[in-house]
């Protein structure tokens, strides 16, 4: 039986993921459907994993679709993700 990954949803994450989807509500089961396929395998294709640069080197992007992304920190040695922030490709990665 393949391991399922831990999400971890910190306080600060929950605030902006109920404004992301207060915000566009028609992208909820597809952000959905991102959440469950990163706890199967985050290196699913269509999440597009990648691990991100600058300011944010540390932190992974996955795509809930392609305008919108959520980033994570990748703690495979525990198998947990850590969510940290959800929003339009410029938001996410501020």
Same mark, same amino acid.
């Given at each position: 039986?393949?391991? =399922?990954?831990?999400? #971890?949803? &910190? !306080?600060?994450?929950?605030? *902006?993921?109920?404004?992301?989807?207060? $915000?566009?509500?028609? %992208?909820?089961?597809?952000?959905?459907?991102?959440? =469950?396929?990163?706890? #199967?395998? &985050? !290196?699913?294709?269509?999440? *597009?994993?990648?691990?991100?640069?600058? $300011?944010?080197?540390? %932190?992974?992007?996955?795509?809930?679709?392609?305008?919108?992304?959520?980033?994570?920190?990748?703690?495979?040695?525990?198998?947990?993700?850590?969510?940290?922030?959800?929003?339009?490709?410029?938001?996410?990665?501020?």
């Amino acid at each position: 039986m393949k391991k =399922k990954f831990k999400l #971890l949803y &910190p !306080k600060s994450y929950i605030r *902006r993921a109920r404004t992301f989807i207060q $915000k566009h509500p028609e %992208l909820l089961s597809q952000y959905e459907k991102t959440l =469950k396929l990163l706890e #199967l395998n &985050p !290196k699913h294709p269509s999440l *597009r994993l990648h691990p991100l640069k600058g $300011k944010l080197k540390g %932190l992974h992007s996955v795509s809930i679709n392609i305008g919108y992304r959520l980033t994570i920190e990748l703690i495979l040695t525990e198998s947990e993700i850590v969510l940290v922030n959800i929003g339009s490709h410029d938001e996410a990665y501020r």
